[in-house]
């Protein structure tokens, strides 16, 4: 049997999803945004919400996210994701609202808008991309960047004394009452990518049957701004990151009886 | 007029009202002194139970900005309110809806400055919403309402003129309008826009891909210079437009007038008492009222150049419209301030005093 | 004994070259061009042991950029 055969007469068994464009992404090569970006279209194509979603990209390395996936976007201002999204789904109720932040985004300047977001029971969803680092501005300390980890604004490591702590905002998020599910997630291996799926399937239902709000954050590599390969970087993630960042459920409201 | 109804409210309450019964689809704001009854009146009227408009209380001006910001992707009409250091804070907002293109509506309702200031009257953020106030190169439309009336009646005005152009307007009223008591008529009931009206109303909006639509994004962002610069143009294109179109003013006792005040807000209600007193002493002196202090009304100050001997400008503040006053007069009569600070609403008498000792 | 045959395209302008793939294929059968490089510049993913994919998909589960379509057929 030929590949040519296994082409023409095979089923296909994956493909890029319709929804995710044929504009060359700008992430680096390797970047865990491609992965979650194709996940996120994936889950509105399967659950027939193309013409319904609002979408809203942050201020970060996901700035261009309206320009991959064709749904509508809103572009907002630094940290201000969940304040637009509030307001989007209060207006327009049966549309599938979510946001897609990094942590600089959502864990630092916009700490206050998610988490009072979060705390409202908005029926949205916030994706949480946690890298550690600023990617889009070159690799500065995040407010989760590691203790101990180097980024070009604590060039000799993050130190307590000098930096403080890293910030885990989902357990924050985990803690509120207006969160119905909270999770935490990676996209480095088949395995972890099909948890994924499910778990973003799940928020954005859940948002649509009215249930709360919803924060998904994936654990994700960095590897120009960690300064690996891609390979290494997501080991390393395995090996530095979930350690802090414990993968899985924090919190799942909805499936409570 | 007969069938009309008059009631007696504080301007801040006639914006609620006003706000209401124009259609408005949400409102979204945070307390602070001296503009709280916006807040406090839909709060109390339940809007959401009537008209289907949403309210809501943010955490901060910078949530609420951005949540008027999120609404008016999505074409509805959407307003917030605030004073004079809250509407400090949403100058990243209000920017980056100028760049986006959006309608929307800002109200505020000035207390005096720098700082936390004084939570009394003042006219001192003219600068701030005339002339850019956030980054880069924008104007807003901007209203300034003198009765409790115009606090009513310009809502709606604000919201045609901001969805005629695509553009955020605001009402600049000051803490005197906001808690004086008047009569008011309010506008008459004018259902809110159905979700389809808004389809085909705002092609541009976010609405979700409605019939599978091509995607419509809503950003400020442009990295490519060429067509930023394209952007920008078009964007200046549109203000030499609303600058054409667009001016509003009131004139008062100028037809014999020798000397001109020129006056907005409350400033301009001191100023038509002081030409009364002031006539009584022999002195011809009329108002010119700028209603839209963006765009300014250039030219009928240019044109009351050639008839007085000179303008005074009265403003509640150290003196901010009085510049584009002099760019308008290029030095042709003199042209003075008079204003008081602190909060300080000026007396007409001081204001004869001004006319006689500056000109 | 039925058998799955797997084959992959790759598109090789999209392709990044960032390797994951090649990690994430469990039979060796991707690997990253050595010389031959894409219009980006990068070297790109293509199939080296054609004839072992069973059609995992893993790869292209794994591929940032959806670069990776992946064809299976049942064999007797």
């Given at each position: ?8 007469k095979?089923?296909?068994?994956y ?8 504009t060359p ?7 865990s ?23 809203i990209?942050?201020?970060g390395c ?10 509508d976007?809103?572009e ?9 999204a ?10 599938l609202v ?26 949205i969803?916030i ?5 550690a ?6 690799g500065?300390m995040a ?9 070009a ?5 993050r130190e ?10 989902t357990e924050?998020a985990?803690s509120?009452?207006g969160t ?25 239902e859940?948002s649509?049957q009215?249930k709360?709000?919803?924060?998904v954050e ?5 590897n ?5 390969t891609?390979e ?6 395995e090996?530095n990151?979930?350690e802090?960042?414990h993968?899985?459920?924090l919190?799942?409201k909805?499936?409570?009886k | ?9 504080k301007?801040?309450?006639?914006i ?5 019964r124009?259609?408005c ?8 002194t ?8 839909l ?10 408009m ?11 900005i951005?949540?008027?910001y999120?609404g ?5 009409k ?5 004073s004079?250091p809250?509407?400090?804070l ?11 293109e959006?309608?929307?509506l800002?109200v505020?309702?000035m207390?005096?400055?720098p700082?936390l200031g004084?939570?009394q009257p003042?006219?001192?953020?003219y600068?701030?919403?005339?002339k850019g ?9 901007v209203?300034?309402p ?11 005005l ?6 005629r152009?695509?553009?955020p307007a605001m ?6 309008i906001?808690q004086?008591m008047e009569?008011?008529?309010l506008p008459?009931f004018?259902?809110?826009r159905?979700e389809e ?5 705002c092609?541009w909006?976010?609405?979700?891909r409605?019939?599978?639509r091509k995607?419509?994004i809503?950003?400020s962002?442009e990295?490519?210079?060429e067509?930023m610069?394209?952007?920008n143009n078009?964007?200046q294109?549109?203000y030499r437009?609303i600058?054409e ?6 004139e ?5 007038a ?10 301009a209600?001191?100023?038509k ?6 006539r ?7 108002l010119?009222?700028p209603i839209t202090?963006?765009p ?12 007085v ?27 003075r301030?008079?204003g008081r600070?602190?909060g300080i609403?000026?007396?007409p ?5 001004a006319l006689?000792?500056?000109? | ?6 084959a992959?395209v ?18 060796d059968?991707?690997?990253l061009?050595t010389?031959?490089?894409n ?7 293509h199939?080296v042991l054609?004839d ?6 893993s ?14 057929l049942k064999?007797?």
């Amino acid at each position: 049997m030929t590949r040519e055969e296994i082409i023409e007469k095979g089923q296909v068994v994956y493909k890029k999803p319709t929804l995710l464009n044929d504009t060359p992404m700008h992430y680096c090569p390797g970047c865990s945004h491609g992965v979650v970006h194709k996940l996120v279209s994936e889950v509105i194509e399967e659950m027939g919400m193309t013409d319904k979603t609002i979408a809203i990209s942050p201020v970060g390395c996901a700035v261009f996210a309206y320009k991959y996936i064709d749904v509508d976007w809103q572009e907002a201002a630094h940290g201000r994701a969940p304040a637009l999204a509030s307001a989007t789904k209060r207006l327009w109720p049966d549309r599938l609202v979510f946001t897609y932040q990094g942590d600089g985004d959502l864990a630092c300047i916009g700490t206050a808008e998610t988490i009072h977001a979060l705390n409202r029971a908005e029926n949205i969803t916030i994706i949480f991309i946690n890298n550690a680092i600023y990617g889009m501005t070159g690799g500065q300390m995040a407010p989760t960047t590691l203790l101990g980890m180097k980024t070009a604004t604590c060039p000799y490591g993050r130190e307590v004394s000098l930096h403080g702590y890293p910030l885990k905002i989902t357990e924050i998020a985990a803690s509120l009452e207006g969160t119905c599910y909270v999770t935490r997630q990676s996209v480095h291996t088949v395995a972890a990518i099909n948890r994924a799926k499910r778990a973003l399937r799940k928020a954005f239902e859940y948002s649509m049957q009215g249930k709360g709000s919803n924060l998904v954050e994936i654990v994700s590599t960095c590897n120009s701004g960690w300064k690996m390969t891609p390979e290494k970087a997501n080991k390393w993630m395995e090996e530095n990151m979930f350690e802090f960042y414990h993968l899985g459920d924090l919190k799942d409201k909805g499936a409570e009886k | 007029m007969a069938d009309q109804e008059i009631t007696l409210m504080k301007g801040n309450e006639a914006i609620a009202h006003a706000a209401i019964r124009c259609g408005c689809d949400g409102y979204f704001g945070y307390p602070i002194t001296p503009q709280s009854e916006v807040l406090e009146t839909l709060a109390a009227e339940k809007p959401w139970e009537t008209t289907g408009m949403v309210v809501l209380q943010a955490e901060s001006e910078v949530s609420s900005i951005n949540m008027v910001y999120g609404g008016a992707c999505t074409g509805k009409k959407v307003m917030t309110s605030s004073s004079s250091p809250g509407v400090s804070l949403m100058q990243e907002g209000i920017s980056y809806m100028a760049g986006a293109e959006l309608p929307a509506l800002i109200v505020n309702v000035m207390r005096g400055g720098p700082g936390l200031g004084t939570i009394q009257p003042s006219q001192s953020d003219y600068f701030q919403a005339c002339k850019g106030g956030g980054h880069g190169d924008y104007h807003l439309i901007v209203l300034a309402p003198a009765s409790v009336q115009e606090m009513a009646d310009f809502v709606d005005l604000a919201f045609t003129l901001a969805f005629r152009y695509r553009n955020p307007a605001m009402i600049l009223a000051d803490g005197a309008i906001g808690q004086m008591m008047e009569k008011v008529v309010l506008p008459p009931f004018k259902p809110r826009r159905t979700e389809e009206e808004i389809i085909k109303e705002c092609p541009w909006a976010t609405t979700g891909r409605v019939g599978m639509r091509k995607p419509n994004i809503i950003t400020s962002l442009e990295l490519r210079s060429e067509e930023m610069e394209i952007i920008n143009n078009r964007i200046q294109d549109k203000y030499r437009k609303i600058e054409e179109s667009e001016v509003r003013y009131e004139e008062f006792m100028l037809e014999d007038a020798e000397y001109a005040i020129v006056a907005f807000g409350s400033a301009a209600r001191i100023a038509k008492k002081s030409i009364e007193v002031a006539r009584a002493q022999g002195i011809k002196v009329g108002l010119l009222r700028p209603i839209t202090l963006w765009p300014f009304p250039v030219k009928e100050v240019c044109k009351l150049a050639g008839q007085v001997k000179g303008i005074l400008s009265l403003e509640i503040n150290a003196g901010q419209m009085v510049e584009d006053i002099r760019l308008a007069v290029e030095g042709r009569i003199p042209v003075r301030h008079f204003g008081r600070l602190g909060g300080i609403i000026p007396d007409p008498d001081e204001v004869v005093d001004a006319l006689k000792r500056l000109f | 004994m039925a058998k799955m045959k797997g084959a992959t395209v790759v598109d090789t302008e999209r392709c990044k070259g960032c390797n994951l793939c090649v990690v994430a294929c469990p039979l060796d059968v991707l690997a990253l061009t050595t010389k031959e490089v894409n219009r980006k510049g990068y070297n790109f993913a293509h199939e080296v042991l054609a004839d072992t994919c069973t059609g995992c998909a893993s790869c292209a589960t794994v591929c940032p950029d959806g670069c990776i379509t992946v064809y299976r057929l049942k064999t007797e």
